[in-house]
DNA sequence: GATCTATGTTAGCCATGACTTACCGTAAGT
DNA sequence: ACTTACGGTAAGTCATGGCTAACATAGATC
């Protein structure tokens, strides 16, 4: 509920774990604290900001809840990825055109 | 330098923002803290960071250090996300196969 | 070489956040 | 109702990092 950003989310190392784990198939909190370094709490904690990013649900299983992928998580990433990217492809080319790449014209403002 | 992960160099706002302004064309440090809200030597630090993440290149012009963005340092995060997409939906469509998943709503924080 | 401009670097401050321990709530089994 | 299993939450600690101010460095111009 919290719109975290889904890059901060993915930026930490542990918390990138938790997620790629979850990618491959669902896995409820106790099981991931039994493979990852950090205690079961730390876990819970990341999978709430995993959650507030939008990346990754949750499903009651009686006392388990089970945490699964969610791909619309990652669609801001890619938009974000494919809109700097043409960007970068444009800027490249119209460099190329005015011949700034090569001499040292200061194409700046 | 410091094989930087390019998640955690774009995970800050700031540093992002910096990075966007560069991926639409090459801008100078003085430039960049003209129209952010930081001052310079910040700038000046987020661009080591950008740059030992491989996000940015500068070649330098006179006094001045002219930046610009590197395409290939997004390759990384894209490979990622092509990954963890694709798992997704596998994993997706295999859970569905089994009927597990109902609906893809969020109904659980 | 003196000096100005543009930038990198250092030191220190302060906020954020990742982690653990302890605690509390909830669902199932007996 | 009691117990057990599982997981979210609070408090507190510690490390990281983003920021500014002050200093250091390199190129250009005279």
Known sequence: MANIDPF????DPTRRRVFEAIAKHPYAVGEL???????????????KVLSDAGLVICRPEGT????????????EIRAWLDK????????????VDRGS?????????
């Open 8 to 11: 901060v989310a993915l930026a």
């Open 33 to 47: 604290s039994n493979f990852l370094p950090v205690s079961r709490p730390a876990v819970s904690q990341h999978l």
């Open 64 to 75: 388990r809840r089970i945490y699964s992928a969610r791909p619309e998580g990652l669609a």
């Open 84 to 95: 700097y990217w043409s960007e970068l492809l444009e800027s490249f080319s119209s460099e």
């Open 101 to 109: 790449v090569i001499n040292n014209d200061r194409p700046y403002r």
